[in-house]
């Protein structure tokens, strides 16, 4: 989810979101502002945060009854193709890092493939 929430208020939005015994993960301390939160229902899943910047966060991911373990990145990619080269740089590194367990890779890539997807915005 794309938040942009400051650090001060995480503690009192994420009650709110979901029933008490779910979990919540950010970003906070990759970018001033919380930019990625997952949250998940901890009776069903176990995950750990692995590593966060202020463009992902990567999260090793199993459910309750299984120990097979996945590993999914969220994306909220920046919004200039010169800033995105991090997350790209990530990514690649990465995909040859997880090839024994299974990687999903979700979220906002801010990218697009022709420039008529575009609607508003910078022309970049």
Request: one cysteine or more; charged letters at 10%.
């Amino acid at each position: 989810m794309e938040t942009k929430v400051a650090a001060a208020n995480i503690a009192s939005i994420e009650p709110n979101l979901a029933p008490a015994y779910w979990k919540y993960c950010s970003n906070i301390t990759s970018s001033p502002t919380c930019q990625i939160l997952v949250g998940w229902n901890s009776q069903k899943l176990n995950l750990k945060c692995i590593h966060s910047a202020s463009q992902w966060l990567t999260c090793e991911v199993t459910q309750v009854s299984s120990p097979t373990p996945i590993r999914i990145t969220f994306i909220y990619g920046h919004n200039t193709p010169a800033a995105r080269l991090a997350l790209w740089d990530y990514i690649n590194q990465q995909s040859t890092s997880t090839a024994s367990i299974p990687w999903i890779v979700l979220g906002d890539f801010n990218a697009i493939i022709q420039a008529s997807d575009r609607t508003g915005g910078d022309n970049y």
